[in-house]
């Protein structure tokens, strides 16, 4: 169906990640030296890439003192886990945060994911006589909005979502771009499977739960995924509506507040019977950037290949 | 596709609702969604041109035709969130593309599949986290007291820098801190289409005697031009929208650096969360869809011209 050079390599799976084919080519000087530089420049940039990472996590594990004295460097200086120590001396905030987070993100990758693949489905059906329209309904939302102003008073407070976190939780739930993708992944399912559901006088929601979605599963997990970093990395719509007036902050938008505001670094590790001078405030901010990414850095060897796919089954239109 | 169709003619509107019901209910949801959270806030950009308050609200409050857009152009704001959003979009689209391309060509000579995995794990993983832990790292690096760039000065017997008062060091800083996060991300779509070469022409060019600059040089960059152009174009649609959450948590109200800093989504916020301000910022908001939208539906147009598959619409 499509034999465009776009959509031909995007149609294979995990890209990249199969073994390179073997070609019989014989290198000389040129080969060699460009696979050299090849090999160089890539190791260079992926060592800028991890660097940051491993400067936060030595910088958390350094004392405040050596801190204060030397700066932030590469290794840990004056090896020290006492910044950890502060905060999970009076564990209630980050862990309020913790949950919080955790709910969001399970619920919302769950009720997001089934919103989105059956939309995918639905629009996918070529028999289906409203899918342009509604089709172009969702997609004319990237091409023209309103603005965050009347956006953030229509949510806040013609909805009334100021302070709640379902202003949080329920915008996250779907994006254009998540159902065209997941529209694009129904490509893979052969036409075939839903005729043949149809002839066996199966309903339409039937041929998409039992027939469709058992071989979606790629596509389940790589949209999954998407949102579930959308949940797990918000802190801007927790920014507008939510502020100050919730007690638990979604755990980025609370690590958000460590790094900028004083106060919230001593209130999140200690209360307000402590002066902030006494803290050991710039190990503490790196040690709670680490405490708030841990959780994607454990997973990310296991889900990174989902990305690859998205991306590049996301990169041709719906 | 037709199979089990056996309908004459066109079906009255309520026969196709009918025999539909189930896939409509299936979108029910999605619909709501957008109607809801997309769909209604768009009669409130009426604001733009009134002097809003919250007691008449949006269609109560005074009119004042074109006064707040007249405010922004006169005041030279608009200009230049207008031209620092898009000089940076400019960058990051020219230097990002190069540099994803290199990337992928890169990639592509690599052989051992070990080192091809761990690499493409490195550098993809920018793109995972939050922009707040962006912002995290920046610290880190760049500020006064502690930050890792100022160590490296004092050790080398240097002074110092402010490097958050100095307005010019930032558009390199934040370039440099958006190609870091996106170049390996973007880096995908140029390898998977490297992938879908036909082996044949590298074969063919091998037997000819090419080298391997010279099958890069002549297979492969020609190869990707199309996925080039078509993704520049796309880009170049959507050069009015900022990527708010790396400016936002690069520089937030450091309004020393406001000069080379601020885009229009960093100023929107700010007018929206810590000034109370809706109709200056409904202005800007207005003037940034609809430009933005005349753009992408240029490019849209031009890409609809070179080839119809690639259009989006």
Sequence with gaps: MHSSDLARPIATEGVGFGPAKPRAIKLDGSDLLIRSISYITITLFALFCLLPFVM???????????????????????????????????????????VVTIVMTVFGTAI????????????H???????????FLIYFTTLFSAGLAPTFLWVARDLGLRGNYLAVFLQLLMTPWLIILMKNFMRTVPYEIIESGKVDGAGDFRIFAQLCLPMMKPALATIGLFLA??????????????????EFKPLQYHLYNIINTANALRNSVAGSNVSVTALPSNT?????????????????PFVQKYFVSGITIGAVKG | ????????????????????????????PAIIFFIVFNYMPLPGAWIAFTNF??????????????????????????????????????????LGNILQIAIAIMLNEVRLAWFKKLSQAAMFLPFFISSVLVGVIAFNLLNYDTGALNALIKQTGGDPIKIYSSAGAWPLIIIMVHLWQSTGYGSIVYFAAIMGIDRSLYEAATVDGASAWQRIRFVTLPSLKPTFIILVLFALGGIMHGNFGLFWNLVGNNAALFQTTDIIETSVYRMVLSQNNFTTSTAVGLYQSLFGFALVMTANWIVRRINKDYALF
């Excluded at chain 1, 970093?229 to 919730?246: A, M």
């Design chain 2, 53 to 94: 308050n919250y007691r008449d609200g949006i269609f109560g409050s005074p009119f004042v035709g074109f006064k707040n857009f007249e405010f922004l152009i006169k005041s030279g704001q608009l200009w230049t969130l207008t031209r620092n959003t898009i000089l940076y979009n400019l960058a990051f689209i020219v």
């Design chain 2, 1 to 28: 596709m037709s199979g089990t169709d056996t309908s004459r003619g066109p079906k009255s509107i309520w026969r196709q609702l009918a025999d539909s019901k189930v896939l409509l209910l299936m979108c029910v």
């Design chain 1, 112 to 123: 997001g994911l089934f919103i989105i693949s059956m939309t995918g489905y639905a629009l």
């Design chain 1, 229 to 246: 970093l959308g949940y797990w990395n918000e802190w801007y719509l927790s920014s507008l509506y939510l502020g100050s007036t919730v």
């Design chain 1, 284 to 300: 503490l901010k790196m040690a709670s950037a680490i405490v708030a990414t841990g959780p994607i850095l454990l997973l990310y």
């Design chain 1, 125 to 135: 059906r070529k028999d289906f006589p409203f899918r342009n329209h509604i089709s």
């Design chain 1, 56 to 98: 936060m996590l030595s910088a958390s594990l350094s004392s405040e003192a050596a801190i204060m004295k030397s700066g932030f460097g590469i290794l840990p200086k004056d090896f020290s886990l006492a910044a950890y120590e502060w905060i999970f001396k009076a564990p209630k905030q980050i862990i309020g945060s913790y």
